[in-house]
Each structure stands twice: as C-alpha cells, then as structure tokens.
C-alpha cells in the first residue's frame, strides 16, 4: 500500500509540475514587452522560435506511463486475489490478527516501526525538495542556465524572485553537481560570464569592468520588426533595479569559487582553460586588486553589497566579503594558466593574499583572551610599534559580549575599521573563514566550539542565525534607518536562514565534526518541509516563519540538499575547500609583519 501510494503521488507531482511548466511557458509567450526596452548592448539574445521549447520534465524514459500501468496492474491483481480468496479470509482471520499482534509488538519493542516511518519521512522530504528544485530551473532557448530565486503560488507580487540570483544558485549549482548533472552549472558559468559588465548601468556611472551582475531574467519579446516570431534575451541586473540600488560585489567571487568547484567534479577543466572564461577571471581580480585609497589589505566595499543587502552597518570591511574575496584569489590561483600577461596579476595577488591571512587572523579574531586585551588597551598610539593599531576604544566592548563569550571558543569579528570593531558574530564569513583556511587549524576549531557552546542561540529551532546578537532600540533606528523589515530577530537582523546548512556541513566536514552539521540537519527537517520551505525565520529562537519570507525559497531547498548529499559521502566536500597553503604560511613567516616595520630594511613591505 505504501509503495503504491508513493506511486500516485509522484505521478501527481510530475503530472501538476508538467502542467505549471506549460503554464509559465504560455504566459511568456503572450506578455510581449515593448522591444525597446531590451535594446541595451549587453543583452544576450538567442533568435529561435519558443513554440516547441518548453522546459520542465521530460518523459523520454517513458516513467510516466509506466507508472500508471503497474498501479493499474497492481490494482487489478489485487482485486482478483481478493476475489479468488474471500472464501478463505474469514476462517483464518483469527490467525493472522494473532501473528500481526505479535509483529507489532516486536517492532514497537525494538524501534523498526519508528525507524521505518521516520526513513519514509525523510526520504519523502528530500524527494520533495528535488522536485521542487527541477521546478525552479530556468531554461534559455531550450537549455538549463539557472534556478529562479523563489516560486511561492501563495504570492503575486514577485519583485524580483523570478530571477536567477549568482548567490542564490551556487548551492543550487552545487546540488546538481553532485548529483552528476552538470550541463547546467556550466551553461550557468558561460552565460553570465557573457553578462559581465562592459556598459554604463546607472546615472551615466560606470562602474568597474568585471563586475558580474546580481541577478538576471530570462525575456521572451518579439523580433525586431517581425511580430510573428519572438526571440529570448537575458537581461541583467547590476544593482539599477535592486533594492536600495547596491552592487553586488559578492557575485564575481561566487562566480570564481562555482568554476573551480565544476572543474573539480566533473572532470572538464576545458571550460576554465577557455580564453573567454580566463579573461572574465583577470577583469574580475582586476578589478578587487585595484589601488585606491584603502591602506589595508581588505576589499573595501559599500553597506548592502553582499548576502546582507540592506543597511545593517556592515560597510567598510565586512567579514563576508574578506572570506569570499581570500578564497576567490585562492581559486583563481589554481585556474589562472601561466602566460606573460599574468605574471603580474599572480605576483600581485600572492602578495594580497599574504597580507590579507595575517590581517584577518590577527585583528579579526577574538577569543576570551583577546577580549580581556581589548579591555585593557591604551588608546592615541602613535608608533609602528603600537598595540592598539587601530585607536580602539575599550569602552566599545558591549555588556552582551561579556557574557556570552564562552571560555572555550572563539570567532572572527564582523568587521574592523579605524576606532571601531563590530562584535557581531556572522555566520557566513566565520563558515567560510573555515572552509577557505582563512582562518587557522585552531581558529576553525574554536568557531565551531563556540557553536557547539551558544547552540540556543545561533542554532535553537532552525538553523541559523545570519548574525547575532540583534540591532535593537536606537542602535537598530540610527544603523537601518528603522527599517521595517530588518527588526530585531527578523531577516538580516538576526534571522535565521536554512541556506547557510551547506556552508555549516562544508565546513564541520573539513574539521572532522560532522556530528555538529547531522544535528542542524536533524533540527531542520523537523519544520523547513511543514513549513514550505521559507527563506527565513523570525523571532529569538527562530519559532516564527519570517513576517516577509517567501516559501518555496530555492537556496533553503538547495542548501538543505547539498547538506544531505554532503552528509552521506563527506569526500565530496573536497570541490569547496581549499586546505592551508604551505607556501602561503612560509612567505607569511618570511615577510614577519609582526616584528617592528622598517622602512629600508625589508625589500617588499605589507600594510597589514
């Protein structure tokens, strides 16, 4: 009975997903737009027709029929076994009820009852959540590129949802990778290589060539004189249309780190040898490595510019970024082939990575220890020589910090600037820090025992806080400028997202301490499912389903998917870390940016 209700209900949900497929694909057809809309030079088109082109579940297999006929079959040999023996059941009944009891109580005694319904459970769980991923791909002229941000049936205003966020498909991209479906990462890498930016964007301001886009959409319009026939464009968004109109400086990274993470397991390191893909990867590194007016060896970005897209006080050097930006260089040094015109490049990104480890490791970490320094730090030094390098002020150490600091464990600060630390504790940038080496073998240890140690507070009914603690009062008016949507333990600030499993899994896999990533996962599959899969959770403890939450949210379906696949061969983890540089700690030695800086004693010099 099981088996033939498990039958029905995925030839229901092929049939119901078939049908949406069908649906969205005759609405493109018939919303044609103004053309001239579209006529931005760097819109990617593709002249073909639409009317075959359908994207959605193919029966090429013939599963579709074949399921009907076994539960037709199974149906009809149940009905005439039942006829041929409806003589016999009444005089062995008895029997059978006798043997059934004591079945049951044997299972019941030993848990196969509860162990059976919780599998059934779980795999009905990760069956849905595959659906609803495959759902979500975006096709252009009839290939996979991408998964929409969100598909919620219970909301018509989509903003921009229906848009294929870089971020938001890399744990997307990385599901079908190990799943062994590859095509579409790869279309996905090509397509928005193509996007980069080479034309102005907003207000006659061109912004920096090489910065990817943040998201972009799928058109159908018409040809260009000719009604009868349509065409399909991608149109981009670099920050012009968004909320609050930020760049987005995290996509080119992400971009990088998806690349490597393709050549890796698939085994095609052709695409990253193309010379287009190389040249995208110089602009993008030129573009981070450029000189400006920032002393330290950080990416100096505006507030919004990342996962955290809205005014949460994170401008300057935000940690995110520093992870992302150190193992972007990382990746790309693997990829980069060796030429003339690199040379340069690659001297000049070995030299930001050196400085940017010591940078990070020394002034962003904070511990029990480094907390009682702070305490007592003297402030207006002037010397190379002065211990609080940066003017911090103790007074800045918040009463929150003093008690939740446990006494085993550590983490990496949110952010550092002149007289002026954020204490926060980011969930993304410290999980990256990890999985990157980042931080060091201690370090990455110490974060995830503080962890294990605050689990009620970063972890509690949902995994997991995006920041802690929360904005509050006055701080949160004066920093978000009172916005309604980042309250306190709400989204950005302090929410709980079911995305970031895949970077927790990742990063306990490359400790050895998976046991932390299968209790998150254990936690989450108890309500992400009941609950329709929402982008995230509000309140403290994460007991509310966030008040502007889209359901059916794609990287929560993605990111619990990657987790489990992660979870059940943890090798394959190997695609997203990169280990501790040998040469990287010896030149880091060598430079010895801690001993006092003379100005003529040392050949190359590190502002760190």
Same mark, same amino acid.
Request: some cysteine; hydrophobic content about 40%; proline content about 4%.
């Given at each position: ?44 088109t593709c002249k073909c027709q639409r009317a075959e082109s359908v ?372 969930? $993304?940038?410290?999980?990256? %820090?990890?999985? *990157?080496? +980042?931080? =060091?073998? #201690?370090? &990455?240890?110490?974060?995830?025992? /503080? @962890? ?29 400028g009172s916005d309604p949507k980042n309250t306190p333990w709400s ?74 696949? $992660?979870?059940?061969?943890? %090798?394959?983890? *190997?695609? +997203?870390? =990169?280990? #501790?540089? &040998?040469?990287?700690?010896?030149? /880091? @030695? ?19």
């Amino acid at each position: 009975m099981k088996k033939r209700s498990s039958r029905h209900r995925h030839l229901f949900e092929c049939s119901s997903m078939l049908q949406s497929q069908l649906r969205t694909h005759q609405f493109q057809l018939m919303s044609f737009h103004d053309y001239k809309t579209y006529s931005r030079p760097w819109l990617q088109t593709c002249k073909c027709q639409r009317a075959e082109s359908v994207g959605g579940i193919t029966t090429g297999d013939g599963n579709g029929s074949r399921l009907v006929n076994d539960v037709e079959t199974s149906n009809l040999v149940g009905n005439v076994t039942s006829a041929k023996h409806i003589l016999e059941f009444d005089d062995v009944q008895a029997q059978q009820l006798k043997q059934e009891k004591e079945v049951l109580a044997s299972n019941v005694t030993n848990g196969a009852i509860t162990d059976s319904f919780d599998t059934i459970g779980l795999n009905s769980i990760e069956e849905e959540a595959w659906d609803l991923l495959r759902e979500s791909v975006v096709y252009y002229c009839g290939n996979p590129i991408g998964t929409i941000a969100a598909k919620d049936p219970t909301s018509s205003n989509v903003l921009n949802y229906d848009q294929v966020f870089i971020r938001d498909f890399i744990p997307s991209g990385i599901a079908f990778l190990l799943k062994g479906e590859h095509d579409i990462v790869r279309n996905f890498i090509l397509y928005t290589l193509q996007l980069q930016s080479w034309e102005k964007t907003m207000d006659c301001h061109s912004p920096g060539q090489g910065l990817m886009p943040a998201s972009f959409k799928v058109r159908t319009v018409p040809l260009d004189g000719d009604d009868s026939a349509t065409e399909e464009v991608l149109d981009p968004d670099f920050g012009e249309a968004a909320i609050g109109r930020v760049a987005p400086v995290d996509s080119g990274l992400w971009w990088i780190i998806l690349l490597r993470a393709y050549g890796k397991c698939s085994g095609d390191l052709s695409v990253q040898e193309r010379v287009d893909v190389q040249t995208g990867i110089k602009m993008i590194l030129r573009l981070c490595l450029a000189d400006g007016f920032d002393m330290f060896p950080t990416l100096l970005v505006t507030d919004g510019s990342c996962m955290i897209d809205r005014r949460m006080g994170i401008h300057g050097h935000p940690l995110e970024i520093q992870a992302l930006f150190y193992s972007a260089l990382r990746c790309a040094r693997e990829m980069l082939t060796p030429e003339d015109g690199s040379a340069d490049l690659i001297r000049a990104l070995n030299n930001r990575l050196v400085a940017l480890s010591f940078h990070i490791r020394e002034y962003y970490w904070i511990d029990l220890k480094k907390l009682n320094e702070i305490y007592r730090y003297k402030t207006e030094e002037y010397s190379y020589d002065a211990v609080n390098k940066f003017n911090i002020y103790p007074d800045q150490i918040s009463p929150w910090l003093v008690e939740w600091m446990p006494n085993k464990g550590g983490y990496l600060i949110g952010n550092l600037q002149p007289a002026h630390m954020d204490f926060r504790f980011f969930s $993304l940038g410290n999980l990256w %820090s990890v999985v *990157n080496s +980042l931080a =060091t073998v #201690e370090q &990455s240890h110490a974060i995830l025992d /503080l @962890i294990e140690a605050k689990w009620s507070d970063l972890v509690a009914e949902m995994p997991l806080k995006i920041c802690y603690p929360a904005l509050d009062g006055q701080e949160w008016q004066i920093i978000t400028g009172s916005d309604p949507k980042n309250t306190p333990w709400s989204y950005h600030n302090a929410g709980s997202w079911p995305t970031l499993l895949w970077q927790l899994t990742v990063a306990c896999i490359k400790m050895k301490r998976t046991h932390i990533a299968a209790k998150a996962v254990e936690i989450a599959e108890r309500r992400i499912s009941r609950d329709r899969w929402p982008e995230y959770y509000d309140t403290k403890r994460s007991r509310f389903i966030g008040k502007q939450s889209r359901l059916y949210q794609t990287w929560s379906i993605a990111g619990y998917l990657v987790a489990k696949l $992660l979870l059940a061969d943890p %090798s394959k983890a *190997n695609i +997203l870390i =990169t280990e #501790e540089d &040998s040469e990287l700690v010896n030149a /880091l @030695i060598s430079a010895n940016p801690r001993g006092k800086r003379g100005r003529k004693s040392m050949k190359q010099t590190y502002i760190v």
